[in-house]
């Protein structure tokens, strides 16, 4: 009898340790850094409209001059974008690298208040009167540029645009990109989204 449980309880430990170590390997393969993938901000089911740019292509690597970070020196690229609703109010600029090993991605550009009569940005953009150049994770205000940790895995930037149903989200620059990103789900009435990539 005593052999009976004891050959029991070792098939349960093994069962356990098999599972566990299914989960570990599991996880590794979806992490980077062991971080989590972030979730997505934007209500599910959102109308998309057209984003377009002159100086990054949809699917590949963001050209590192002038539009890396890493020496400081950076400029936003050319943005596009039409076929929004017409029942929009104002305009959202938004980059955000959701591979950065943060836990939270990286905010490289978070822009709101653009007027609905606003649909580009030329390269090195200054924003019209009125729009806020928010806080980026880096500390700065408005866009900065990619700059992925030497050897990480290829990191993928989604630029975006969100139509919203308010003129003015009553948000001042110093706002955390987090929370502009929490009224922006709260306002958007549709969105343009491509995403480019950046290694080294």
Same mark, same amino acid.
């Given at each position: 009898?005593?052999?009976?449980t004891?050959?029991s309880?070792l098939?349960?430990?093994l069962?356990?340790?098999?599972?566990?170590g299914t989960a570990?390997?599991?996880?590794?393969?979806a992490?980077?850094?062991?971080y989590?993938?972030?979730r997505e901000? +934007? #209500? $599910? =089911?959102?109308?998309h409209?057209?984003l377009?740019?002159?100086?990054v292509a949809a699917g590949? &690597?963001? !050209?590192?001059?002038?539009f890396?970070g890493?020496?400081g020196s950076?400029?936003?690229?050319q943005l596009s974008?039409s076929?929004?609703?017409?029942?929009?109010?104002?305009?959202?600029?938004?980059v955000?690298?959701v591979?950065?090993?943060?836990?939270?991605?990286?905010w490289?550009w978070?822009?709101?208040?653009?007027?609905?009569s606003v649909?580009?940005?030329p390269t090195g953009a200054? +924003? #019209? $009167? =009125?729009a806020v150049?928010g806080e980026n994770?880096?500390?700065?205000?408005g866009?900065?540029? &990619?700059? !992925?940790p030497?050897?990480?895995?290829?990191?993928?930037y989604?630029?975006t645009?969100?139509?919203?149903?308010?003129s003015s989200?009553?948000?001042?620059?110093?706002?955390h990109?987090?929370?502009?990103g929490f009224?922006?789900g709260?306002?958007?009435?549709?969105?343009?989204e491509?995403?480019?990539?950046?290694r080294?």
């Amino acid at each position: 009898m005593h052999g009976a449980t004891r050959r029991s309880a070792l098939l349960v430990a093994l069962v356990v340790a098999a599972l566990f170590g299914t989960a570990l390997a599991a996880g590794a393969a979806a992490n980077h850094f062991g971080y989590h993938k972030v979730r997505e901000g +934007l #209500p $599910a =089911g959102l109308p998309h409209f057209s984003l377009t740019s002159t100086d990054v292509a949809a699917g590949q &690597p963001i !050209p590192q001059q002038p539009f890396w970070g890493c020496d400081g020196s950076t400029e936003s690229p050319q943005l596009s974008w039409s076929g929004a609703p017409s029942a929009t109010q104002s305009y959202a600029v938004t980059v955000f690298d959701v591979d950065a090993p943060t836990g939270s991605g990286f905010w490289h550009w978070v822009a709101w208040d653009l007027p609905s009569s606003v649909t580009s940005l030329p390269t090195g953009a200054v +924003l #019209p $009167a =009125g729009a806020v150049n928010g806080e980026n994770d880096g500390g700065g205000l408005g866009y900065t540029g &990619p700059c !992925p940790p030497a050897g990480d895995v290829t990191h993928h930037y989604h630029f975006t645009v969100v139509a919203l149903d308010v003129s003015s989200l009553g948000l001042d620059a110093t706002t955390h990109a987090a929370v502009v990103g929490f009224n922006l789900g709260r306002h958007a009435l549709a969105s343009a989204e491509f995403t480019a990539t950046a290694r080294q």
